[in-house]
C-alpha cells in the first residue's frame, strides 16, 4: 500500500488570506512520511515543531513559485537539502547535525523560480 502524502498549498489571496479562510493554522498534527509544498500566490510554513507523531525520515518536495516555503525542524533533527534554484535560494540554515541511529532525519528536494526555500531550526537560527 501507497505511503499517505500531505499536499500543503500557499493560495494566500484566496484561501489564507481572508476570502475563503479565517483564523488560525493548526499546530499540531501527525506529519506523513512525505510532505508536497507548492507556493504559487503566498507562503507555506511547514513547522515540525509541534507534532503529535513525528516519522523518523520525512520526504518533503517543496516547489516555491513567486513565494516562499519555509520549514521549522526541531533542534537536533538531520537535514539533507537538494534541488535546483532558479532565480531563487535553496538555503538549509539548521545546524549540521550528523545521522545516528533512531534520530529524526528530513530530507528536502526543492526547487525554486522567484521564491525561496528555507529551514531554520526551532531555535530560530537561520
Known amino acids: 500500500m501507497k505511503e499517505p502524502r500531505r499536499y500543503l498549498l500557499g493560495l494566500e489571496p484566496i484561501f489564507e488570506g481572508g476570502w475563503l479562510h479565517k483564523g488560525k493554522r493548526g499546530r499540531d498534527w501527525n506529519v506523513e512520511k512525505e510532505l508536497v509544498a507548492v507556493s504559487i500566490l503566498g507562503d507555506v510554513t511547514i513547522d515540525l515543531t509541534n507534532v503529535k507523531s513525528f ?8 516547489y516555491a ?31 549540521s ?17 522567484l521564491g525561496d526555500v528555507t529551514t531554520r531550526d526551532s531555535v530560530g537560527r537561520v
Open 55 to 62: 516519522p523518523s525520515e520525512v520526504q518533503i518536495n517543496a
Open 65 to 95: 513559485i513567486g513565494r516562499d516555503v519555509d520549514i521549522i525542524v526541531p533542534e537536533g533533527t538531520h537535514v539533507e537539502m537538494d534541488g535546483r534554484a532558479n532565480n531563487g535560494h535553496l538555503n538549509n540554515g539548521s545546524p
Open 97 to 113: 547535525v550528523p545521522i545516528a541511529t533512531g534520530m529524526h532525519s528530513v530530507k528536502i528536494t526543492g526547487h525554486t523560480f
